[in-house]
DNA sequence: CAGGAATTAGCC
DNA sequence: GCTAATTCCTGA
């Protein structure tokens, strides 16, 4: 009987190949082991997911090169659920293999390239032109890859002046095939299990905590939702983490990429030491290997990190917590594409061990789902939320309104600490006519022109456009702009005028570049060297940043103007998330958010910090637009230059859709990412698995870069 | 209409 | 992602 095997590889491929298994690699080649296979016209190392017995109909079969590994590199759960989640969000099983497992999927063979003796002979006779001189030259010094002689080379054709050179015999290249190790043996270390910590926890957390307990004792999948402030989860946690522990269970923590998590997960390690291994962003290839295999052989652990910790090998799991349930950065919007909340959901299901969502601003979708099959655990806080001022700037003039000028004059007076926090970085005001409401926009793209207070000009972030700020408005002849939605360098230019005195700081990506720059602007803040921080959303993802008496939000319903069903769920989460700075120890502390709209429910309920007001606007707007949780949803972007051309092809996939029974399929309409441009589709269905049905049958149908985004 | 640049299809 | 095939573009 001949043996096949379906591998994946980490190239942006749509799915397994087919190999067959030569006799002498039949024991080894299991579903997880690395292989070496020929690609195309190369070789390429990927990961076996199947091996069966059945031949693919019609196509010419290759064998496998080689396995390997001895043993598998990726246990059976995790190869599973990469491969669920690439079906779920249309991306590459072997992609998502690869943020997985960086390192093993890393290393293939790679072209080098070098001079032969006619080149030689040819450069040293100067016989060279330009641009082949100095290419060779290059090559002289020692062989390279093409890619790292596009880089290193100052000519902007590399690639083909290299390719020139081979054809006339000067350069040759060859393929050198990178080394692979072959995973160590692992020795576990046996750890007594030897924990007695006191969580003097309260009726909630108690309540909350037993729930889970019960079901990862008895290994069944459960899922809850942990409705409260950090603190309090903090603690619930605590209690359901040292419960799986001490039946020497694993628990797998995930929070988001930077930021006030890191509390939690300090709370954690503060409350289970050595016990936790901790997988950061930070660390380096070597120790976040080093870290996994830690992880994966300590009997009973808690394993914490952003995202990608989703992957790491249990083989004891007990617990599955997801923290800030609603944060964005669980969602990975490149290739591959996929959303880690989701993923945690499949894990646990197939885990069979309980599921842990926190969150004190929750996804409409997952309190929706957690109040409908009573997995709500509510842990109010035990003070009432901060409160912020609603002022309305529609008659203020500049971009600072008279009370929120006033009240840093205070607070500076009284040598306090305020953050105001602006949406956008650097200048980046657009023009409003107060007298009849006119924005000058870009005549090709719509979007508000951006002014820039330098010249006087108005750009376009997208395109080329720029013209002169007009004098007077257009429309009605009014001689008055009013700048709006500005950037943290005009508020701080505008702050600096009217207090003259204040030592006041930016912190945006531009100012604050690098990770020890931000810790040391935020160490003056702290210390008193510092008195405003004009900030964006930026400020709130760092660590160790100090309360201030007094938080000024601008502008947050820029937000909520996001062509996205989730702009106004994210505008609620990000105010909350600013007003958590507020220092509650000062009794004249404020919170203000100015606004132009300062009636928009979504404002007025974060400035009461009143979720279950905001959920029920929400929950609404999503059953009146039919978005999720009401439907499954998913955006389909098409990517390339020929505008024209792509719309065609959306308008084609679109009745391809409606063809295949989706009734409601939106677009195309104008899509942008970066420089890049494209069109999107969105397509809702009632039922998910009509969606993916009809989608996994007609995507592959519509040719060119396409990106798809799932939601529900 | 050559010849090269740019884009795209296929990879088992 | 890389390569080969293709289309696109430039310049006579």
Known sequence: MSLFADIVFALPLPQAYTYAVPGEWTAAARPGTRVRASLGPKTAIGIIVRVHDQPPAGTFIKPILAVLDPEPIIPPDILDLAGRLSRRYYSSWGELLRAAVPPALSGASSMKAALTEAGRAAL???SLAGEEAKVAALLAEKRMSPSYLKRKSVVSGGAAVLARLVRKGLAETRTVEKKVKPRAAQAAPAVAVQMDLDFAGDEAVARAAKGVAVAAAEGRFLS???????????????????????RGRQVLFLYPEIGMSAAVAGAFVAGLGERV????????????????????????????GPRSALFTPLPRLGLIIVDEESDDSYLQTENPVYDARSGARMRAEAASVPLIFGSETPTAEAFERARRDGGMFAMPASEPPVQAILLDDRTERGLL?????????????????????ALRRGYAAFLLCPRCGHVPRCPRCDIALTLHQKNRRLACRYCSEEQPAPGSCPRCGGRIWEPRGAGVEAVAEELQKTLPAARIEVFDRERVRTRAAQAKVLARFAGGAIDVLVATPLLAHQPGVPAASLIGVLNPEQGLGQSDFRAGQRTYAEIRRFLRFLDGSDPRAAAVLQTAVPDHPVLTAAAAGDYAKFFGVEIEYRRMLGYPPFTAMAEVALWG?????????????????????????????????????????????ADASVLDNVLGVVLPLVKGRKTVTRFD
């Open 401 to 421: 309104a008279a009370p929120l000028r006033e009240r840093l004059a205070d607070i500076l007076a009284a040598r306090k600490r305020a953050i105001l926090f």
């Open 224 to 246: 809850r939702l942990f409705f409260g402030p950090p603190a309090r989860r903090a603690s619930a946690y605590l209690a359901c983490a040292r419960d799986v522990l001490l």
């Open 277 to 304: 291994v901790l997988l950061h962003s930070r660390l380096t290839p070597r120790e976040r290997l080093l870290a996994r295999r830690r992880a994966e052989s300590l009997e009973s652990a808690v394993v914490a």
């Open 641 to 685: 230059r020929d505008v024209k051309g792509l719309e065609r092809t959306a308008q084609d996939l679109a009745s391809r859709l409606r063809a295949a029974g989706i009734s409601e399929v939106l677009g195309p309409a104008e899509a942008r990412s970066g420089g890049a441009r494209g069109v999107q589709l969105v397509a809702k269905a």
């Open 124 to 126: 040293a006779a100067g």
